[in-house]
């Protein structure tokens, strides 16, 4: 059973950071390219962050130089180090992982940023 679990997710004052966690299990892990997507009320789900698989990472335009994805294969776990916020980056915080065609999800953490 193929599980991703995000953590670290709530509450920060704008300028503020937080760091995501996202831990797997049931797959091989240093396979898989990871990822951060994230979806705020009434939008679609947008790319945040990936990592590949190699390690190489892609950000979103929105999140260059506030924002670092990185994984650590040993303990199959993503992070997404989040510097810098802004209230536009309020949103629902998804974990993903992709190999071939298989493609899973986490449940997702709340980041809300707000004085």
């Known amino acids: 059973q193929v599980q991703l679990v995000e953590s670290g997710g709530g509450l920060v004052q704008p300028g503020g950071s937080l760091r995501l966690s996202c831990a797997a299990s049931?797959?091989?892990?240093?396979?898989?390219?990871m990822g951060w997507y994230r979806q705020a009320p009434g939008k679609q789900r947008e790319l945040v962050a990936t990592?590949?698989?190699?390690?190489?990472?892609n950000y979103a335009d929105s999140v260059k130089g506030r924002f670092t994805i990185s994984r650590d294969n040993a303990k199959n776990t993503v992070f997404l180090q989040m510097n810098s916020l802004k209230p536009e980056d309020t949103s629902v915080y998804y974990c993903t992982g992709v190999r071939a065609h298989r493609q899973y999800w986490g449940q997702g953490t709340q980041v809300t940023v707000s004085s």
């Open positions: 049931g797959i091989i892990f240093s396979f898989y390219d």
């Open positions: 990592i590949t698989s190699g390690g190489s990472t």
